[in-house]
């Protein structure tokens, strides 16, 4: 039975940091994209960073870039997102989600199989 767990999650202050982990677990998902995605009430699920299989291809929302990176440790099955410089904005449940395909880099909500659970992440002003 394959299982997303994040932690990390919390209450911060704008500007400070927090580092979001991923562990899946109940296969290997080496060779499967991994992803963060969020979601705030009454919008739908957005994409926040995706990392491919190799760990050297990555996409990222373009509010995020250069504030946010993604990585990933195929020996461990985890995929962490590190958000410095954090905005109000950023507040929203954060999700990992893993593609259940093998090799193929996908960047959108739909397309990823096993979800974790959400982790509230609140950025105050």
């Known amino acids: 039975q394959v299982q997303v767990v994040e932690s990390g999650g919390g209450l911060v202050q704008a500007g400070d940091s927090l580092r979001l982990s991923c562990a899946a677990s109940?296969?290997?998902?080496?060779?499967?994209?991994m992803g963060w995605f969020r979601q705030t009430p009454g919008k739908e699920r957005e994409l926040v960073a995706v990392?491919?299989?190799?760990?050297?291809?990555?996409d990222y929302q373009d509010s995020v870039k250069g504030r946010f990176t993604i990585s990933r440790d195929n020996a461990k099955n985890t995929c962490d997102l590190q958000m410095n410089s954090l905005k109000p904005e950023d507040t929203a449940v954060y999700y990992c989600?893993?593609?259940?395909?093998?090799?193929?880099?996908?960047?959108?909500?739909?397309?990823?199989?096993?979800w974790g659970q959400g982790i509230q992440v609140t950025v105050s002003s």
């Open positions: 109940g296969r290997s998902f080496s060779r499967h994209t």
């Open positions: 989600a893993v593609d259940g395909t093998w090799y193929i880099f996908k960047n959108y909500a739909g397309s990823f199989d096993y």
């Open positions: 990392i491919d299989w190799t760990g050297n291809k990555t």
